[in-house]
Nanobody, 125 residues
Framework: QVQLVESGGGFVQAGGSLRLSCGASGRSFTTYNIAWFRQAPGKEREVVVCINWTSGRTYYPDSVKGRFTISGDNANNTVSLQMNNLNPEDTAVYYC??????????????????WGQGTQVTVSS
């Protein structure tokens, strides 16, 4: 099993940047597919990135492609999400999740077994 704790959320103006972190404990995050999801009020939870560390395959939806980047720090067992050029539509609670390590990372909420508590990101216009 793995435990996940997110940090780094906050308030930012449109065009600004934030970096979210997801600290993993119990097992190395590299043994899982890792994803970041977000959920805005009244909307379904959606993936913003997912990755398989062995294959290096990633998926970013068009809404964040070119603005968001996932990275991993093996020494600290931490996954980060760098978010640039933020806009108000990025406002949501962001969750880190871990699931079975498939070659092609999966995009669905049900594919992930372990979740962090979430961190709020608010982007003002």
């Amino acid at each position: 099993q793995v435990q996940l704790v997110e940090s780094g959320g906050g308030f930012v103006q449109a065009g600004g940047s934030l970096r979210l972190s997801c600290g993993a404990s119990g097992r190395s995050f590299t043994t899982y597919n890792i994803a970041w999801f977000r959920q805005a009020p009244g909307k379904e939870r959606e993936v913003v990135v997912c990755i398989n560390w062995t294959s290096g395959r990633t998926y970013y939806p068009d809404s964040v492609k070119g603005r968001f980047t996932i990275s991993g720090d093996n020494a600290n067992n931490t996954v980060s999400l760098q978010m640039n050029n933020l806009n108000p539509e990025d406002t949501a609670v962001y969750y880190c999740a871990a699931g079975t390590s498939y070659f092609n990372p999966r995009r669905g909420v049900s594919e992930y077994d372990y979740w962090g508590q979430g961190t709020q990101v608010t982007v003002s216009s």
